[in-house]
Structure formats: structure tokens, C-alpha cells
């Protein structure tokens, strides 16, 4: 069994930044070698929406359009933990943010939230226009 926990949310003004961090851990000593270890968001009457993505092995990464340029994915494998850093906020990124892993890391699926195996409790973003 892998666990989740993210911190590091907040209330925050329009265009500040934060940083969200998510630590895996495994009771059986598993590694994170491929995961693919995504961000998603859900904001209230909302579905949940995909934020980004990074793979484990390599640190490539994933990003959805609403997002790209404002917020970078990064991970510490030495720590498992995956970072979200938000910047340039704006009152439309306010939700829950959760961290999801996947075990398998596959490109076509990062954006799908029924491939993750894995998820967090959330933590809440909110941005004050």
C-alpha cells in the first residue's frame, strides 16, 4: 500500500505563489522507480481536472494547458516527494489539490484520473482576486 500526503496549501492573493509538496511512502520498502505521480484539482460543483504530471524516472513532465507556464512539477526521489510549484495565481486555480500515483507510467494515461492508483487526502488552494 502507497500513501499520500500533501501539504502546503493555502489562501493566497492573485498573482503570489505556492508550493505544494507530496510525500509517498510504502510500508514494504517499494521504490517509485516509474510512477508516473500526477496533480489534480477539484474546485466546488467542479469535476476533478488534471493538472500535471511528472515521471518518476526521468523528470519528464506533463502539464495542462491551463496551467503550463505558470506552475512546475519537480520531485526529490531521494525523498519521494513530488513538489507543485504555482506561480502567477489567479482566482480560477482555487480548489483541492490532490496528488495521485500511478505505477505505471504510460504518456497516453498521465491526464486520465481513473489510471491513478493512488491518492492523497487534498489539500485546499484558494486564491483571493
Known amino acids: 500500500q502507497v500513501q499520500l500526503v500533501e501539504s502546503g496549501g493555502g489562501l493566497v492573493q492573485a498573482g503570489g505563489s505556492l508550493r505544494l509538496s507530496c510525500a509517498a511512502s510504502a510500508a514494504s520498502g517499494r521504490t517509485f522507480s516509474n510512477y508516473a505521480m500526477g496533480w489534480f484539482r477539484q474546485a466546488p460543483g467542479k469535476e476533478r481536472e488534471f493538472v500535471g504530471a511528472?515521471?518518476?524516472?526521468?523528470?519528464?513532465?506533463t502539464y495542462a494547458d491551463s496551467v503550463k507556464g505558470r506552475f512546475t512539477i519537480s520531485r526529490d526521489n531521494a525523498k519521494n516527494t513530488v513538489y507543485l510549484q504555482m506561480n502567477s495565481l489567479k482566482p480560477e486555480d482555487t480548489a483541492v489539490y490532490y496528488c495521485?500515483?500511478?505505477?505505471?507510467?504510460?504518456?497516453?494515461?498521465?491526464?486520465?484520473?481513473?489510471?491513478?492508483?493512488?491518492w492523497g487526502q487534498g489539500t485546499q488552494v484558494t486564491v483571493s482576486s
Open positions: 495521485a500515483a500511478d505505477r505505471n507510467y504510460e504518456l497516453g494515461s498521465v491526464r486520465i484520473r481513473d489510471e491513478y492508483d493512488y
Open positions: 511528472i515521471r518518476t524516472s526521468v523528470g519528464s513532465t
